[in-house]
């Protein structure tokens, strides 16, 4: 791959420039907010006119390339892995671990809300104003979790019927599909033929990552815009009576990213956590800041090949199934969010019915879209189950943002860890095939 690594200038690396475009951002919207007042006319108009912009030129250059990435990289992937036995094994594998992952983040999510219980917290007159505020929002998201159940019918449209149409609704499952089997029949047709498809997908993917290496120059300042958005406009008043809950689904993902991943990369992969996780940071931040596991997708293919030296036919292949269905972030989230309304609102629930709810936030996040808010309408089907009222989501509505940039923090860095588990478990990388970069901790663990 010729993309080059995330250097702009000779001092200043890009990912200490997009680091800089978060803090900078996040400071002076916080300072913005808390001096004028998210709804004062210059915040407004800076966001209007500026932030806002910024942030979604940035956030539509990574979309304009999601669907050719991931069409390239998967296709080339299967082609690249030859024997189809060989993309079923690593398939196999890839899904075994993206269930083992995410039951590990939502038995975490259930074991810190069950001791901390932040829905005891809750007043009565704090429910019924969040219940005013944010009550009509919470219809709006009611209505749309009707149209979106999660069944036999979600795996029947796996195979899409209409390849462009999964293009343009932005199906990454469609498109993953389509690309496994276009992949797996360029192994079938005459090797010439095939090589010919073949150079053709590779100088496609070429570009398109040379595309994310453009995308990514502008990082710093989409960054910066997306952030001051979010926190010059943020009700930090909401803060507080929620604080219990925010701080137990933050705590919670962070000893998911910080121990579990961290066992994980030391055991099994054999790499030191310090070295992957400062190789990873400009997709955890463009998570950060984009609430998007799609959207980050161009930038976390990119990483993987560029700044670990993942092979690109395992990264092509995982990376993209587990934007759109490893979200271990996702489901600790939904797990401590119904666990937390069923104590707002008095609903007891039993052993038997906690597990149901754990194999429920499994099921449903591996469902849920890779967008903003994308687990919202899974969730809001979760609470029906459990006789939670579904309108009880306006509880949260007011601080999901912050929680959603967290927890697609959280899926992006898993997404990563699947592929670097695969990739060593496959016997195609080790910890020595990382590229040498002087300003990181040396790459094998200790
Ligand atoms: N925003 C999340 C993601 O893109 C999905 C969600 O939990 O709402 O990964």
């Not at 993942?310 to 979200?327: C, E, W």
Request: glycine share 10%.
């Amino acid at each position: 791959m010729t993309a080059t690594p995330t250097k702009t200038s000779k001092s200043v690396p890009l990912h200490t420039k997009i680091l800089s475009g978060l803090l900078i951002g996040a400071l002076v919207g916080i300072a913005a907010n808390l001096t004028l007042g998210g709804t004062h006319p210059l915040v407004v108009n800076v966001n209007k006119y500026l932030a806002g912009p910024i942030g979604a030129i940035f956030l539509n250059l990574l979309f304009m390339i999601v669907i050719p990435l991931v069409f390239a990289s998967i296709s080339l992937g299967v082609a690249g892995l030859g024997d189809l036995k060989r993309v079923g094994r690593i398939g196999a594998k890839t899904l075994g671990f993206f269930l083992f992952s995410t039951a590990l983040s939502v038995t975490v999510g259930l074991l810190l809300v069950q001791t901390l219980r932040p829905g005891t917290r809750i007043t009565p007159e704090v429910r019924t104003q969040l219940m005013e505020t944010y009550g009509g929002d919470a219809a709006v998201r009611m209505q749309a979790a009707e149209t979106s159940t999660f069944g036999i019918q979600t795996l029947v449209n796996v195979v899409t019927r209409n390849p462009v149409k999964s293009a343009v609704d932005l199906d990454l499952l469609g498109i993953i599909f389509f690309g496994i089997v276009f992949g797996a029949a360029i192994t079938m047709i005459t090797a010439e033929r095939g090589k010919m498809m073949i150079t053709f997908l590779e100088a496609l993917n070429e570009i398109v990552l040379k595309i994310v290496d453009m995308a990514m120059k502008i990082a710093p300042y989409g960054v910066a815009g997306l952030i001051f958005g979010v926190t010059s406009r943020f009700g930090l008043s909401l803060l507080q009576p929620l604080a219990v809950y925010v701080t137990v689904v933050l705590l919670a993902l962070t000893l998911h990213i910080v121990v579990n991943y961290s066992w994980i990369l030391r055991l099994f992969v054999g790499i030191s956590p310090l070295t992957f996780f400062a190789r990873v940071r400009a997709p955890m931040i463009t998570a950060f800041s984009t609430s998007s596991s799609s959207g980050t997708l161009p930038t976390s293919i990119a990483t993987a090949e560029q700044r670990l030296g993942i092979p690109p036919q395992i990264a092509g292949f995982v990376l993209p199934l587990g934007a759109t269905m490893n979200m271990n972030g996702t489901s600790l989230f939904e797990g401590v969010t119904v666990i937390f309304l069923a104590q707002v609102f008095g609903v007891s629930l039993s052993l038997g019915d906690q597990a149901i709810i754990m194999v429920m936030c499994v099921i449903t996040a591996i469902g849920a879209a890779g967008v903003p808010g994308g687990s919202l309408p899974l969730l809001i089907g979760i609470l029906a189950m459990f006789g939670v009222p579904g309108e009880g989501i306006a509880l949260i509505l007011g601080v999901d943002r912050i929680l959603d940039m967290a927890r697609t923090t959280t899926n992006v860095t898993g997404d990563l860890v699947a592929t670097t588990f695969i990739a060593k478990a496959e016997g195609s990388w080790n910890a020595s095939m990382v590229p040498d970069e002087s300003d990181d901790p040396p790459a094998r663990a200790a």
